[in-house]
């Protein structure tokens, strides 16, 4: 059975940082590239960062200095480091095996 679990979500005052946890199982982890998109109300879903299976990390210009994805090949985990971050970064956050599976997604909120 595939299962793609996100977790590390919540509410974060602006400025602050998050760790969003990907966990997979059911499916070979290792010959996928991982992504983060994320969904904010109102708004079309939007690709935020990638990673291949060489580790090669590729960004939307929004998040670019900001965030981080990462990849565990031995825990079966992507993750997305998120720094700095803005109230337009409050957004339902999902995991994504290309062009494959999807997770449940986790909230984001970024708020004072």
């Known amino acids: 059975q595939v299962q793609l679990v996100e977790s590390g979500g919540g509410l974060v005052q602006p400025g602050g940082s998050l760790r969003l946890s990907c966990a997979v199982s059911g499916f070979s982890f290792t010959i996928y590239t991982m992504s983060w998109y994320r969904q904010a109300p109102g708004k079309e879903r939007e690709l935020v960062a990638v990673?291949?299976?060489?580790?090669?990390?590729t960004y939307a210009d929004s998040v670019k200095g900001r965030f981080d994805i990462s990849r565990d090949n031995a825990k079966n985990t992507v993750y997305l480091q998120m720094n700095s971050l803005k109230p337009e970064d409050t957004a339902v956050y999902y995991c994504?095996?290309?062009?494959?599976?999807w997770g449940q997604g986790t909230q984001v909120t970024v708020s004072s």
């Open positions: 994504h095996a290309e062009w494959k599976y």
């Open positions: 990673i291949n299976v060489g580790g090669t990390k």
